[in-house]
Structures are given as C-alpha cells and as structure tokens.
C-alpha cells in the first residue's frame, strides 16, 4: 500500500520561508516522477512542481524563481523549498507521484496522493 505523508506546513510572514518534506512508502518508486500541487480555498488543485528520477524539474510559472523542488532517491522523499512565500501561495500543498519518468502538470496523471499540508502566509 503506498502511503505519501506531507510535512513541514505552517503560517508564516509574507517574504518568509518554509520547507515540506514529503515520505513516500509501499512500492519502489524507480523511475517515478514526484509533483507538489496546491489548492487555495474555492479554487481548483494547481500544479506547482515536479521531478523526475534524474532530477530534472518543471515549475508552474508563478512559483519559478522562488520554490525549489528536490528528491532524496535513497529515501523516497521529495522537498519543496519555498522561498519569499506571497499571501497567495496561502493553500494546501499535496504531494503526488507519477508511475512514470515524463513530468507532467496534470492531476490525472498522477496516481498517488497524500493527504496535504497547509500554507497560510499572512500579509
């Protein structure tokens, strides 16, 4: 059973930072592409980062330049760096995974899922 727990959420000041992990487990995730997604209240999920196995990664053009998306092979997690964090990156963060190497920025594509983590970035 695959099982994707997120951490590392929190409220902070606009122009702050914060780190979320996510642990993945129940399979090999070899070749895999690991995904952050977000969604704001009312709003659908969004696609915020990926990587693959090599480690190329893809942003979502709103977060470029300020997130950092990373993975620890040996240990099946993946990271988000967030840096100069704006009101609204306020949302919950989901940590995703795609049985394949192509990253993708579409939720159907990915299979697994965890339960999210809230960002809230007060003005």
């Known amino acids: 059973q695959v099982q994707l727990v997120e951490s590392g959420g929190g409220l902070v000041q606009a122009g702050g930072s914060l780190r979320l992990s996510c642990a993945a487990s129940?399979?090999?995730?070899?070749?895999?592409?690991m995904a952050w997604f977000r969604q704001a209240p009312g709003k659908e999920r969004d696609y915020v980062a990926g990587i693959n196995w090599s480690g190329n990664t893809y942003y979502a053009d709103s977060v470029k330049g300020r997130f950092t998306i990373s993975r620890d092979n040996a240990n099946n997690t993946v990271y988000l760096q967030m840096n100069n964090l704006k009101p609204e990156d306020t949302a919950v963060y989901y940590c995703?995974?795609?049985?394949?190497?192509?990253?993708?920025?579409?939720?159907?594509?990915?299979?697994?899922w965890g339960q999210g983590t809230q960002v809230s970035v007060s003005s």
């Open positions: 995703a995974v795609r049985t394949t190497w192509l990253i993708t920025t579409t939720l159907r594509d990915y299979a697994y």
């Open positions: 129940g399979r090999t995730f070899s070749g895999y592409v």
